[in-house]
């Protein structure tokens, strides 16, 4: 199998598969960039974030929600390729989130909590603290 060298990064933290053409990496140097598979390009770098991005997230067709050590997680607009909504209430490094619905995600950090977020309105539920660090969280329909 062929071996590929996408570009230049600082330490890939997280990696989601967008479509069949396209895959999305999260990192240390507070980026997300956008690989084209088929061209082995970067077709875009979206900035934001003040620190590495631990977790990428689809959240529906047309956006992706990313948790970052700054303590805030960002939707990003994939067609416009700017950032929709920044939840920065979220007190602790934001280390791994899960899509619930377009609407609701949950997410897990540092201290062990498990915080359910509405995001069209900014509210959240901790459910429990679970551990010392959370480390990932996945929904089981």
């Known amino acids: 199998m062929p071996h590929y060298a996408f570009g230049s990064l600082k330490m890939v933290m997280c990696l989601l598969h967008y479509d069949d053409h396209t895959f999305i990496s ?5 980026t997300i960039r956008v690989w084209n598979f088929d061209t ?12 590495g991005i631990w977790d990428i997230k689809r959240l529906d067709e047309n956006r992706i929600i990313s948790a970052s ?26 280390r791994t989130v899960s899509v619930l619905d377009s609407k ?11 915080t359910l977020w509405n995001i069209e309105n900014n509210t959240k539920v901790t459910l429990k603290k679970e551990c010392n660090v959370l480390s990932s969280v996945v929904l089981h329909k």
């Open 26 to 30: 999260g990192s240390a140097d507070k």
């Open 40 to 51: 082995k390009t970067c077709i875009a770098t979206l900035r934001g974030h003040t620190s």
């Open 69 to 94: 050590s700054d303590s805030t997680l960002r939707v990003w607009n994939m067609i416009t390729e700017a950032c929709d909504i920044t939840i920065s209430a979220y007190m602790d490094v934001a």
């Open 104 to 114: 609701t995600i949950v997410c897990g950090g540092k201290k062990g909590d498990l």
